[in-house]
């Protein structure tokens, strides 16, 4: 009805951005000042509206024009400070983003999304640091508020996609940004995620099936290339890390697989089975405690019966480790048989009897004693059934009249070498002894 009267369509672009329709509110306000450029309002929500969908420059420029209209504009000169405010945001978020600085970036973002809550690109920065942070939720739901608005939006499906690509959803990251690619052909983030994406899924497929086919070297080799991809992709290289601690663990180089294993619960502090992986490896090298440990841990995050049935032999095996190992005393492995424990308590007690040391000094003299009688104290244990079967199931041998603080190394010595006149040492030399037997 009267289409050349500047302040309807003033009017109807306040209405618009109360309608939080900035584009459309946009148009109408810069045909309130073609129509009126002393119009101050339509300049003002011009700069608004800029401001809004995060054009900043643009903003300032209809605020100064503002001013130079009316120089005392209480409210031109706030958004004219408020949008400069936005630009300085931008420039801070642009150099931490290039540090790898994604916490500040976020919190550049939030204040710039205060004075341009509609700028979608605001938004996807904010949501891709979210994403580098591990905060997957958050910046889903940023994205896929984007996408609800705009499903052809390249930058949303590409912070979606790169969302799943870090949770280890890898197959569905890539429909994301292949999706993403179709929009914008030229997108090259969503280009080298993509890309990286087949790449790991393809080397970490191909070490599953080396493991699974028993060559472990070349699995060994696959964990590390995929390794090499990408270091940002936490989840899946914490798997990579487990993957290559079990190779290292089935090529018993254990040092190398409780690396590996910590080096995945370092990226993943939740991951269960690089726990269960670390505490096996150190249960096979003696290291109890720090066994205990893990298992405790995994027993805290999922307290199943099997775990807390690991948890269990390990605190004995602590328990266990705490005590004398007669079996190290003896010289013997753990599973040795009666005549080995016997032909190794003959050859220790002779090599530690204090007659074969009364040339040498006090201080070896005494040192030779003690071994003596640990040699006796072990013989003693693991050459009765009974008590060699306690002692391995961790049971306190003082229990049922075991003390041990009472037996006698010499009779021990002479009973098993056929008692008195049995055999004696003879000096052939100067240190130089051999056994006489009668």
């Avoid at 000094?361 to 059934?385: C, M, R």
């Avoid at 009973?415 to 240190?431: D, L, V």
Wanted: some cysteine; overall charge positive; glycine content about 6%.
């Amino acid at each position: 009805m009267c289409p050349k009267n500047a302040s309807y369509y003033g009017n109807r672009a306040a209405t618009l951005m109360m309608l939080g329709r900035f584009r459309e509110a946009l148009a109408d306000a810069q045909q309130s000042v073609r129509l009126d450029d002393s119009f101050v309002r339509g300049h003002l929500r011009e700069g608004k509206c800029h401001l809004s969908l995060g054009n900043a420059m643009a903003a300032c420029r209809s605020f100064q024009r503002a001013l130079e209209l009316d120089h005392k504009n209480a409210q031109a000169q706030q958004e004219f400070k408020n949008a400069n405010a936005v630009i300085e945001y931008e420039k801070i978020a642009e150099s931490d983003f290039e540090k790898r600085d994604f916490r500040k970036v976020v919190f550049c973002m939030d204040r710039a999304l205060e004075f341009a809550p509609a700028c979608h690109r605001f938004k996807i920065l904010k949501a891709e640091c979210l994403a580098m942070l591990g905060r997957y939720p958050e910046a889903q739901s940023v994205a896929s508020d984007i996408l609800r608005m705009d499903s052809t939006n390249a930058d949303a499906l590409y912070v979606r996609g790169l969302c799943l690509y870090y949770e280890d959803c890898i197959e569905k990251a890539v429909q994301f940004f292949v999706q993403a690619l179709r929009m914008a052909p030229d997108h090259e983030k969503a280009c080298v995620a993509c890309r990286n994406a087949k790449a790991l899924k393809a080397k970490k497929e191909d070490g599953n099936k080396a493991f699974k086919e028993g060559n472990y070297k070349l699995a060994y080799e696959l964990y590390t290339e995929a390794l090499g991809i990408d270091p940002n992709n936490i989840k899946t290289n914490a798997k990579l890390y487990c993957n290559r601690g079990t190779v290292n663990s089935k090529l018993r180089k254990l040092d190398d697989a409780i690396e590996d294993c910590t080096s995945a619960v370092k990226l993943d502090d939740t991951y269960v089975k690089a726990y269960l992986r670390r505490a096996q490896c150190y249960m096979d090298t003696e290291q109890y405690e720090e066994a205990v440990r893990d298992y405790e841990k995994v027993y805290q995050t999922e307290k199943t019966k099997e775990h807390k049935q690991l948890l269990k032999n390990a605190q004995l095996e602590l328990k266990k480790s705490k005590r004398k190992d007669y079996y190290k005393i003896l010289g013997v492995d753990k599973n040795a048989s009666e005549d080995e424990i016997k032909k190794a308590y003959r050859k220790r007690a002779l090599m530690h009897h204090p007659d074969r040391h009364s040339g040498a000094s006090a201080e070896v003299q005494k040192e030779e004693e003690k071994k003596f009688k640990e040699v006796g104290e072990a013989f003693t244990i693991l050459s009765d059934p009974k008590k060699k079967t306690r002692y391995d199931s961790g049971q306190d041998l003082d229990e049922e009249g075991m003390n041990m603080g009472d037996f006698d190394a010499n009779n021990i010595f002479k009973a098993f070498f056929g008692g008195p006149g049995g055999f004696s040492f003879e000096a052939s030399g100067p240190g130089n002894f051999f056994f006489q037997f009668g």
